[in-house]
C-alpha cells in the first residue's frame, strides 16, 4: 500500500516540475544548435526542472524499496574514473604486443605502453621509460615527472592526467622532454588514438548562471613558451536535443595533433552525465547520454486510460488542465495538484494495481538513451537517436557494415518505474541516420547485463542474477536480429574476449572467486562452456578494464594480473595454468619477440615464453631520478 499510495502522488506532482516545449515526436534527423545564449538559458531553466523530478523520483523509489523490505540485485564493479636511438637492426623484435582494445587499430589509453624497444608504465604521479629489448639490457632510462593513462605516437608519448593532456618527445629517452600541454577545463570522458590523430571527449559541468561560452581546454606549446591558446565554443556552436530533456553536462569532442597538442577539430552538444558511453569505430565516435522522456503525459494517459472509470469527476477535469498547461509551458499551482491528490484519496491500492499491469508492458517508452554520431571524415554531428533502456560499457555499442548495434537493459531498482522492479535486456539495430530498423527484446528477463561482445554478423550477450545466462544472437540480418542460443551456468562473465572464431573467454566471478570460461560457439545454437577455473583470487583487474588481458596467439596463451601475482593459462585443447608469477602489485603484460614482461608497481619480471623460466628483472625504486636500478642474474 505504501508504494501504490506514494505512487501516484509522484503521478500528480509530475506536473509541477515538468515544462515541456511542446510537441510528442521523437527527435529524429540530428541536433539543434542554439541561436542565442538567451535561448541556451531558456532551455536549461526547462531543463532543470525536469532533472529535478528524475533526482526526485530515483530518491523516492530507492526509499520504497527499501520501505518494502526489497533488495537491489548485485551490481557489476563499475569502471573506475582515471586516475630515440635506434637499437642494431639485428635486435629489432619481430613482434610486439598491443594494449587490448575494442576496435582493432583504434588505440586506448592505458598505464603501459610499448614501441618494441621500450616500455613506458605509468605509476602515481610519473612514467617511467624502461629499455626492454633485448631482455639484457632491461633498465630504466627516464622518469617523466607526469604520470596518468598513455597514448604512444610516433616517437610522442601523451600523458593523459586528471587535469591536463602532455605530449613528450621520448625518441631520445635520456633528453625527453616535454613538447605540448593541453590543460583541461573539464573532465575527460574519454580518448582515442587513431590514423596519427588524438580523439578526446571533454565533460563540462553546466554553469546555469552563464552557460556559455565554455572553455573546454587551452593549448599552448611548451617548447616554445607559446601563450595558452583557449578553445571557446559559443552557444551558437553548441548542439542540443530538440525534446526538452534533463542536462547538466556539456560534451566537447576534440581533434588533438599529437605533435603539436593543436586543436584541429571540434564539436559540442549539451547532454546528460548518466548512462554515458564512449565508442569509436573506423568512421564515427559515438557517444551516449540519458535521455528521459516527458513522463507527465505517459502519467496523465495511464490515468485517463486504465483508471477513468474510478477516478472523480472533478478530478479527471484538473488533470486535463494539468497536462494542458504542461503543453504549453504553463506550471500547475501547488494548490490544484493538492485538489488532486486530495480526490485520490482511497483509491490507492486499485490505481497501484492497475499501475503495474499497465507499466509491465511500456517500460521501454520510459528508459531512454540518446546517441550522438559524430563521423570523423569532415568531424560533425551527423545523426542523433535514441533506444530504450541504458547501456553497460563501451562495448554494449558496435558498428558493422553501416550498421550499429547496441545492448540495453531496461527496468531495475535503479529505474523510474516502480513496477516489482523486474529487468529486461535488449539488443537494438540502427541505420546510419541512427533510425531503429531492428531488435530483440526480453533477453534475461529479471537480470541486467554484464558483458556484452558483438563479433561481425554474431552478438554475445551475458545477464546475471543468480545464474549466467549467455546469449548468442544472429545479427546477419539487421532488420530482424534473432536469438540462436543460450547458456546457463553458475557465476557471470564480465568481460568477453574472442580468441579464435569458434573460442570465447569470459572473465568474471562465481561467488567471490574469479571465474574464467572457455566457450564454444562454433554451433550457435548450441553454446558450450568447454572448460572453467575458478581461482583462490577474489579479484583481478580484468574485472574492472580490458586492458589489463593479454592474449599471445603465438604462444596460445593469455594473462590475468590477479591479487599478488599474475596467472599465465593455455587455451589450447582447455584451460591449464602455465605459470604464476608471484610478484605484488601486478599491473599489466606485454610481450616482445618470446619474451613475456610481468609489471608490477614495484618491479619488472621477464619470462622466456619457450620455457617460462625467468630470465631477468628489475626493481623499481622511489626517490629522484637517476634511481638505482637492481638487476637478477638468471644463468
Known sequence: MLVVGVY?????????????????????????????????????????????????????????????????????????????????????????????????????????KTDGRRIYFS?????????????????????????????????????????KICGFDVSRPEAAEEKWEVKLNGTLAAARLYDGRIYVVIRNWLDREKPAPIYPLAAHSVATSSDEKPLVVPASEIYHPVEIVPVDVIYTA?????????????????????????????????????YPQPFIKTYAKFLEEACGDILPKNVSEKLEDVVSMAEGDGVASLEELENISYGLKGLEGEIGKRAKEYFAERTRDLETTGIVKIELKDFEIVAHGKVPGRPLNQFSLDEHDGYLRIATTVGGWWSLMPRSWETANNVYVLDDELKVVGSLEGLGVSERIYAVRFLGDKGYVVTFRETDPLFVIDLSDPAAPKLCGELEIPGYSSY??????????????????????????????????????????????????????????????FFLPCGDGGYIFSYEGGLELVERVNVEGVRRALYIDDYLYVIADTKLVVLDERTWKRVDEIEFRTGTFPPPTLKASFE
Open 254 to 290: 576534440v581533434v588533438l595533433d599529437p605533435e603539436s597538442g593543436e586543436v584541429e577539430s571540434s564539436v559540442s552538444f549539451v547532454g546528460s552525465s548518466s548512462t554515458s558511453v564512449v565508442y569509436m569505430s573506423e568512421n564515427a565516435l559515438y557517444i551516449t547520454y540519458s
Open 123 to 163: 605509476s602515481g604521479t610519473k612514467t617511467r621509460v624502461i629499455k626492454a629489448f633485448p631482455p639484457s639490457d632491461l633498465f630504466v632510462e627516464a622518469e617523466l615527472a607526469e604520470g596518468g593513462e598513455l597514448l604512444l605516437e610516433d616517437g610522442m608519448l601523451i600523458v593523459l592526467t586528471g587535469s
Open 496 to 557: 568477453l574476449h574472442p580468441i579464435t572464431e569458434d573460442l570465447i573467454l569470459g572473465i568474471g566471478k562465481e561467488g567471490w572467486k574469479v571465474k574464467i570460461s572457455l566457450f564454444d560457439v562454433s554451433s550457435p545454437e548450441k553454446p558450450v562452456e568447454l572448460d572453467r577455473s575458478v581461482l583462490d583470487e577474489y579479484w583481478t583487474d580484468v574485472l574492472a578494464t580490458h586492458h589489463a588481458f593479454l592474449l599471445d596467439e603465438k604462444h596460445k596463451i
Open 8 to 112: 501516484v502522488c509522484v503521478a500528480v506532482l509530475l506536473a509541477v516540475v515538468w515544462l515541456h516545449s511542446g510537441g510528442e515526436a521523437p527527435v529524429v534527423g540530428g541536433l539543434e544548435k542554439f541561436s542565442s545564449e538567451k535561448e541556451f538559458a531558456a532551455y536549461l531553466t526547462k531543463a532543470e526542472s525536469l532533472e529535478k523530478l528524475v533526482g526526485y523520483m530515483r530518491g523516492f523509489l530507492v526509499g520504497v524499496q527499501r520501505e518494502a523490505g526489497m533488495l537491489p540485485m548485485p551490481m557489476p564493479t563499475p569502471l573506475p574514473t582515471p586516475t630515440s636511438t635506434p637499437l642494431p637492426k639485428a635486435a629489432e623484435p619481430s613482434r610486439v604486443s598491443a594494449t587490448t582494445v575494442q576496435v582493432k587499430g583504434i588505440d586506448e589509453p592505458d598505464i603501459v
